[in-house]
């Protein structure tokens, strides 16, 4: 299950404490580096008249992402009748669109959920954000909203977490406090993972539904959306939600979505986890 549990009476020493403290006020951590080929692609993929062999030019300067974006490529999410054998084809199969997910989630892959020591728990919390992000996209189509929006947001809605774990490791948080790193990344991943998203310049609508995603407000539907995507997902990892208390939820009320939608969005939760582990 993401989040991981963990004993929240155990605690980090004062002074490395602090020192975490701080830098999370002042925004002084090593945030992820969006990968060049992941940048230009968002860039380029932007315009009216994007270029095809612009795209297949950088990818083959990273062999890194173009053999991921194969793999996810011909995965079953997105494989057609026949196998995609070039980085070309696999382009103009994609379209821009999908082409720009994809991108980031190869650099939440390789570039951004990295936490030296929580090898594990960053698996999960890939996993969990992936499937997230899915969900996110469902309720957007039966919105008729953003749907690329919603999924990149809630793809990284937790990448704050991971971050926070590095940087904890990083002033000498070792294995004995494991509890507590979780803990407290826990506590600032929200405020981090919209830092990442402006650093990587994505739409300040995504930065803000990362930042409040779980405290939804009545005039924001994309943080909503991803506030009910989370407890989607959750509620597939085991945490007890029934349909009730699905449509009690603040995120449920702000994008005033009828019974019928919910009991939809509640069973595609578990199709979309299932999807998330296969990409």
């Given at each position: 299950?993401?989040?991981?549990?963990?004993?929240?009476?155990?605690?980090?020493?004062?002074?490395?404490?602090?020192?975490?403290?701080?830098?999370?006020?002042?925004?002084?951590?090593?945030?992820?580096?969006?990968?060049?080929?992941?940048a230009t692609i968002l860039q380029e993929t932007q315009k009216e008249s994007w270029?095809?062999?612009?795209?297949?030019?950088?990818?083959?300067?990273?062999?890194?992402?173009?053999?991921?974006?194969?793999?996810?490529?011909?995965?079953?999410?997105?494989?057609?009748?026949?196998?995609?054998?070039?980085?070309?084809?696999?382009?103009?199969?994609?379209?821009?669109?999908?082409?720009?997910?994809?991108?980031?989630?190869?650099?939440?892959?390789?570039?951004?959920?990295?936490?030296?020591?929580?090898?594990?728990?960053?698996?999960?919390?890939?996993?969990?954000?992936?499937?997230?992000?899915?969900?996110?996209?469902?309720?957007?189509?039966?919105?008729?909203?953003?749907?690329?929006?919603?999924?990149?947001?809630?793809?990284?809605?937790?990448?704050?977490?991971?971050?926070?774990?590095?940087?904890?490791?990083?002033?000498?948080?070792?294995?004995?406090?494991?509890?507590?790193?979780?803990?407290?990344?826990?506590?600032?991943?929200?405020?981090?993972?919209?830092?990442?998203?402006?650093a990587w310049r994505l739409p300040e609508s995504i930065a803000k539904a990362i930042?409040?995603?779980?405290?939804?407000?009545?005039?924001?539907?994309?943080?909503?959306?991803?506030?009910?995507?989370?407890?989607?997902?959750?509620?597939?990892?085991?945490?007890?939600?029934?349909?009730?208390?699905?449509?009690?939820?603040?995120?449920?009320?702000?994008?005033?979505?009828?019974?019928?939608?919910?009991?939809?969005?509640?069973?595609?939760?578990?199709?979309?986890?299932?999807?998330?582990?296969?990409?």
């Amino acid at each position: 299950m993401y989040p991981p549990a963990f004993d929240r009476g155990q605690t980090l020493p004062a002074g490395l404490e602090q020192a975490f403290a701080e830098k999370v006020k002042r925004l002084d951590l090593e945030l992820p580096v969006l990968p060049e080929a992941a940048a230009t692609i968002l860039q380029e993929t932007q315009k009216e008249s994007w270029s095809v062999q612009r795209v297949v030019s950088v990818l083959g300067r990273d062999t890194s992402m173009a053999t991921h974006l194969l793999r996810i490529a011909n995965s079953p999410a997105f494989a057609g009748g026949t196998p995609v054998v070039s980085i070309q084809q696999a382009i103009t199969r994609l379209g821009a669109s999908q082409l720009r997910q994809l991108a980031v989630v190869i650099a939440c892959e390789t570039a951004a959920f990295v936490a030296r020591g929580f090898e594990n728990e960053v698996r999960a919390a890939l996993q969990h954000s992936l499937a997230v992000g899915l969900c996110a996209k469902e309720i957007a189509r039966q919105r008729r909203a953003n749907v690329e929006e919603a999924f990149l947001a809630g793809l990284l809605h937790d990448l704050g977490w991971p971050v926070a774990v590095h940087a904890l490791v990083r002033l000498g948080a070792g294995p004995h406090v494991k509890h507590a790193t979780l803990e407290h990344a826990e506590r600032v991943h929200a405020t981090l993972g919209a830092a990442v998203a402006r650093a990587w310049r994505l739409p300040e609508s995504i930065a803000k539904a990362i930042a409040a995603h779980h405290d939804p407000h009545a005039d924001d539907a994309l943080t909503a959306t991803i506030a009910l995507a989370d407890v989607l997902v959750r509620r597939t990892e085991g945490e007890p939600f029934d349909e009730a208390q699905l449509l009690e939820l603040p995120a449920t009320q702000v994008l005033n979505l009828y019974p019928d939608v919910v009991h939809s969005l509640a069973k595609r939760g578990a199709e979309v986890f299932q999807e998330a582990a296969r990409w």
